[in-house]
């Protein structure tokens, strides 16, 4: 095999973080981050040929069910950062595929953890991957740190420090006429203020993608936040996106005093 045919066992893509991009701290949202990870894993898919291209003749996609975030520092307004991934291990139903975030002087500042399942998009069942997947594609160099996912516990209702309900509409989309992977994120950061990301910021967020939702479906979304003290370094809240009392996502964001 010529050096030029090498499988491409990681793939790195650089940005320049606009103001248009950022949040009202004049960082990286965590829905900014995920959605290039996204875009990322896609390239990477495709330059391996396991991407939609490839699988979808045989009735096959992707669908990212896991993310788990931890970020030292988010980048900020007009400075430039780069996405790594690579593809962490196969199972005959689904890939771990993990990510490295740095920042314009290629210091480290976080690593994201996916995990992405094969489905059967006419059935919308799990697919096998058999004769897809390939340790070939397994980069053996490369380590995250993050562990991972643990099951998260559900929030009770009467328990919980925020809740709102919310209708899903067309801009919640995407091409397959379900609910987006990244909305789903945007609601649960919006049960928090402008002040209170004032005072702290994302260090950690994990969600787990149970069921998919429908244009004009109505869900509940509840966060339990637990705070040690007042003026706590670390704040912890777990958080529920129910549907007629089913999860159909479960998260956790961990706040770091700034």
Same mark, same amino acid.
């Given at each position: 095999m010529t050096q030029e045919a090498k499988i491409p066992l990681n793939?790195?893509?650089?940005?320049?973080?606009? $103001? #248009?991009?950022?949040n009202s701290e004049g960082e990286m949202p965590?829905? /900014?981050?995920? @959605?290039?990870?996204?875009e990322v894993a896609t390239e990477h898919a495709n330059a391996l040929g396991i991407g939609? &291209? $490839?699988?979808?003749?045989?009735?096959?996609?992707?669908?990212?069910?896991?993310? @788990?975030?931890? *970020? =030292?520092?988010?980048?900020?307004i007009? %400075?430039?950062y780069s996405l790594t991934t690579w593809i962490e291990g196969w199972t005959r139903f689904y890939s771990d595929r993990c990510f490295q975030v740095r920042d314009g002087k290629g210091d480290i500042i976080g690593y994201v953890r996916t995990v992405w399942v094969a489905i059967d998009i006419e059935k919308r069942s799990v697919a096998? /991957?058999? #004769?897809? $997947? @390939?340790?070939? *594609?397994?980069?053996p160099d *490369? !380590?995250?740190p993050l562990p991972r996912q643990r099951k998260m516990t559900p929030v009770a209702l009467n328990e919980a420090t925020n809740v709102e309900n919310y209708v899903f509409r067309y801009c919640d989309l995407d091409f397959n006429r379900h609910v987006n992977s990244v909305r789903y994120i945007e609601h649960i950061m919006? /049960?928090? =203020?402008?002040a209170d990301f004032a005072l702290y910021r994302v260090g950690g967020f994990e969600i787990a993608y149970i069921h998919e939702c429908m244009f004009g479906e109505t869900v509940t979304i &509840? &966060?339990? $936040?637990? !705070? &040690? %003290?007042?003026?706590s370094p670390e704040i912890s809240a777990s958080v529920d996106m129910t549907r007629h009392d089913e999860r159909v996502v479960s998260a956790k964001v961990t706040f770091c005093k700034r």
């Open positions: 793939h790195t893509h650089k940005y320049f973080l606009t $103001a #248009g991009e950022c965590v829905t /900014l981050l995920v @959605s290039r990870v996204i939609y &291209a $490839a699988l979808s003749p045989r009735g096959i996609g992707w669908v990212l069910t896991r993310v @788990s975030v931890e *970020m =030292t520092r988010w980048p900020g007009n %400075e430039e096998d /991957l058999d #004769g897809v $997947a @390939s340790d070939t *594609m397994v980069d *490369m !380590i995250c919006n /049960l928090w =203020t402008p &509840a &966060a339990l $936040a637990d !705070i &040690a %003290e007042p003026d």
